[in-house]
């Protein structure tokens, strides 16, 4: 049983700067991958970036790459997608999401089985 909680997520402008937060609780964080996806409007949710348990792998969609940093302190539990640049097509709700080992096709959403409720980013032009 794991329990993930996003928050971080609000409105700004194009160019603009948001920090999510993912706070997990339950057995053996420490040995989950970790997952961003987001799902817009009208559009089914898609991959935003990924990170391994020990977090010297990281994983993200073209879109995003050079604007959005994922990262993740163990000792607290805790992911995060730091994100600049942003722009009005990243307007979705974001969703942490958590899977056990293996960690292969991280960018895969069937991949996951522990989600988040979902925090609304909305990017204003």
């Known amino acids: 049983q794991v329990q ?22 339950g057995r053996s964080f ?3 991958a970790m997952g961003w996806f987001r799902q817009g ?10 990170i391994s348990w020990s977090g010297d792998r990281t994983y993200y969609t073209d879109s995003v790459k050079g604007r959005f940093t994922i990262s993740r302190d163990n000792a607290k539990n805790t ?7 942003l722009k009005p097509e990243d307007t979705a709700v974001y969703y942490c999401a958590a899977t056990r080992p293996p960690y292969s096709g991280l960018p895969s959403a069937s991949r996951y089985e522990y989600w988040g409720q979902g925090t609304q980013v909305t990017v204003s032009s």
Request: hydrophobic letters at 40%; aromatic letters at 8%.
């Open 30 to 32: 420490s040995r989950f």
């Open 41 to 50: 409007p009208g559009k089914e949710r898609e991959f935003v970036a990924a």
């Open 79 to 85: 992911v995060y997608l730091q994100m600049i640049s």
């Open 4 to 25: 993930l909680v996003e928050s971080g997520g609000g409105s700004v402008q194009a160019g603009g700067s948001l920090r999510l937060s993912c706070a997990a609780s």
